[in-house]
């Protein structure tokens, strides 16, 4: 018997697509959201289409006080925990609104990176099991169009990173996901490039497949590798001119 | 995370199946049911759209389409009865590669499996049983329905009974559909048992329909450019679910697996006028020939015997940029032979072969807005041009004359008179609409140009 895969925030599209990738493969599995309710059509879709085990379990990101008890409170320590929580409302609309802002730092920075901490601890005591962050490549460079949650993910990138250097000898995984443009809610009706625009399918693909070779960071569509390290030596005078 | 964003819709160009109409629409997709009801409380007439596969504009409005994809769970399944409940966006190609191997198969299935449950109900699909066993509602147990005032229905043919009837066939336009009950029958193998039969002409191949009552399938395919003492000569598939025993050694072992069809894209467009009368009568020629070679009973497995396009992904492309159009009506069994044979005589007279002319025979109807009735229905298709949409005034004009109705998930081209003569219930399913306003809350650019 396999010890199950944990995801925190299952109700998202890429959630949604990951859960069904390793259920097909015979993982048991732990759904975690703010509104389990919404899980129960999920639980039982996976029940049916895979025969595995599905739990539900009640999760806020941003209430990081309740972390350490959401960890013991599981039935069952997860083999793999992959954190899919993401917030990208409107750039302009966190300019004018700092609260919100500040909820864009906070759910994809703070809240990720407390619960991942705390599971670091209790997987690097244990020996083993596979930790998942998706980051994302705005990453990689602040740019006007949305820098709070690019900012944020560069945090978590850099979380992610320091991480997987703390638990290089434990024999626990840290894996960086970048996953570039994905059709999901967060981008629907956006004109995205088809060619750079991954399905949370190939997202979820691309998961299994980097934890089967442990590997430490992926870009989803490799052509974002190239198109990052452009990105990241263009010169600042000639950045700023640029609308990106 | 925090609050969902709502009432966020795009704007994108979309059709149907056939590529016409184009319509640019209002796109929702809605992840939860209360996102539905805060479209539907913000007063936009709105359509659930499933996978797009209804050929015309039964699946488009302007102001509001509801993309119903995301609702594709399955939330049950009982093995003592078959029963499956689903979530509308379920497609029916899921299912199938998740339940043959078990053991199971739809009791009633449409001619392609990229369907979604909401749409076949929608559009209360026939199959190739449907002379036996009716057609979607047969298997259909219960509905959940999100209408008028935000509330959500249990319908069945004992709950809510009206709505249900209506609802079935009702293109959409009474409500949301969220999920249903409905059966699947068991089967024993996954292959099909069928007999090949060749028709030299139409009344050939209504000899053989009716004499061929007990047989579970059947279906011919036309060849609606022979003319003269040949028209209407088709190839005729009766098929059975085989039974292990029955199956030749080869496939005994592992009796519901089935090897994999290649699929074939279509990856551009055909020129237009690439479908002319030339290549289409030497396709058919082809055909024809080829199916006389196999006549006589082989095994064929699931897929290939009901879903024979599917493997041709895209296949609408053929048809070029501006599109096809779909025209398929049923006529009733006192005027079958007369009528199909007059619909026969102006489509190959108009030159207009269609690359796919189907025939099959229909059984009664239940739905109180469905589309089968007792007879033979014929389905035809069409490169989209001017000419075409006068054969398309003539076949309508055939079919009223021999009192038959028109099937509107295939429809793009129908007026609201021709409708009306058509179809004596079409004013009940108005009236009841607007006494209950559905027609409120509820539209496609077909219903606003049927005026239903």
């Known amino acids: 018997m396999t010890a199950p895969v944990l995801i925190l925030g299952a109700t998202s599209d890429m959630g949604r697509a990951i859960a069904h990738r390793f259920a097909a493969q015979g993982y048991p599995i732990q759904l975690a959201a703010r509104q389990v309710s919404r899980l129960e059509a999920d639980k039982a879709d996976l029940q049916i289409r895979y025969g595995v085990a599905v739990s539900l379990h009640e999760f806020d990101v941003l209430a990081v006080e309740t972390h350490a008890s959401f960890i013991q409170e599981l039935p069952e320590q997860p083999a793999i925990v992959i954190c899919v929580v993401g917030f990208m409302p409107d750039q302009k609309a966190c300019e004018q609104d700092l609260s919100l802002a500040l909820e864009v730092m906070r759910t994809n920075y703070e809240g990720p990176a407390v619960i991942l901490s705390l599971f670091a601890n209790v997987f690097e005591q244990r020996g083993f099991g596979t930790l998942v962050g998706i980051s994302s490549v705005a990453g990689e460079r602040g740019r006007a ?8 993910k560069a945090g978590f990138t850099a979380f992610l990173s320091g991480l997987r250097h703390r638990l290089a000898q434990s024999g626990v995984q840290t894996l960086t996901v970048l996953p570039g443009y994905v059709h999901t809610r967060m981008t629907e009706g956006m004109k995205l490039p088809p060619l750079l625009t991954a399905q949370p ?13 442990k590997k430490d ?7 974002w590798r190239w198109i990052m390290v452009v990105i990241r030596w263009l010169p600042e005078p000639l950045f700023k001119r640029l609308s990106l | 995370m925090s609050s969902p964003i709502t009432h966020r819709g795009y704007l994108q160009q979309l059709c149907g199946w056939g590529r016409y109409p184009v319509q640019p629409c209002h796109v929702y997709c809605p992840r939860s049911e209360s996102e539905i009801l805060q479209l539907l409380n913000s007063g936009l007439p709105l359509i659930a759209r499933g996978n797009g596969r209804a050929y015309g504009d039964s699946a488009l409005n302007g102001k509001a389409t509801l993309q119903m994809r995301h609702f594709n769970r399955l939330l049950g399944f009982n093995p003592q009865t078959g029963q499956l409940i689903a979530e509308a966006g379920v497609l029916l190609a899921d299912i199938l590669e998740l ?9 009633i299935t449409p001619g392609t499996k990229f369907v979604t449950v909401g749409g076949m109900i929608a559009a209360d699909v026939h199959g190739k049983n449907h002379h036996k066993e009716g057609s979607f509602v047969q298997s259909l147990d219960w509905l959940d329905l999100l209408t008028t005032g935000g509330q959500i229905h249990r319908c069945s043919p004992s709950e809510n009974r009206d709505l249900f009837y209506w609802t079935v066939g009702g293109m959409g336009l009474t409500g949301v559909i969220l999920r249903a009950a409905f059966r699947l029958r068991p089967i024993e193998t996954a292959w099909i048992r069928q007999t090949t039969r060749i028709a030299k002409n139409l009344d050939e191949v209504i000899n053989l329909f009716e004499a061929a009552q007990d047989v579970t399938y059947s279906v011919a395919w036309i060849d609606c450019l022979a003319v003269g003492s040949q028209l209407g000569r088709s190839v005729v598939m009766l098929g059975e679910h085989a039974t292990r025993e029955e199956l030749p050694a080869k496939y005994r072992q592992r009796p519901r697996r089935t090897p994999r069809r290649r699929k074939l894209s279509i990856p551009v467009d055909f020129p237009n006028g690439a479908l002319n009368a030339l290549t289409v009568r030497a396709f058919n020629q082809l055909y024809f020939l080829n199916q006389q070679r196999k006549a006589g009973q082989s095994f064929v497995d699931w897929d290939t015997f009901f879903y024979p396009l599917d493997s041709l992904l895209g296949w609408n492309r053929i048809y070029g940029r501006r599109g096809f159009v779909q025209f398929q009506c049923v006529l009733p069994l006192r005027t079958a032979r007369e009528g199909l044979s007059e619909l026969l005589h102006c489509t190959s007279a108009a030159g207009a072969g269609s690359f796919l002319a189907v025939l099959k025979q229909l059984g009664d109807q239940q739905g109180y807005f469905s589309f089968p009735m007792a007879g033979y229905t014929l389905a035809l298709d069409f490169p989209v041009s001017q000419r075409t949409f006068k054969v398309l005034d003539q076949l309508e004009e055939i079919t009223l004359h021999y009192g038959g109705r028109f099937y509107l998930a295939k429809d793009s081209h129908l007026t609201p008179m021709c409708l009306r003569k058509s179809d004596s219930r079409v004013e009940r399913f108005v009236q009841v609409r607007n006494a209950h306003q559905w027609n409120v809350h509820f539209a496609s650019e077909q219903s606003k140009r049927l005026n239903l």
């Open chain 1, 201 to 213: 399918q190939e997202v979820a693909n691309a998961i299994f497949s980097a934890i089967e070779k």
């Open chain 2, 99 to 107: 339940f043959v191997p078990r053991g199971w198969f739809p009791l």
């Open chain 1, 217 to 223: 960071v992926i870009y989803v569509r490799p052509i």
């Open chain 1, 145 to 152: 169009s949305n820098y709070f949650y690019g900012s944020a």
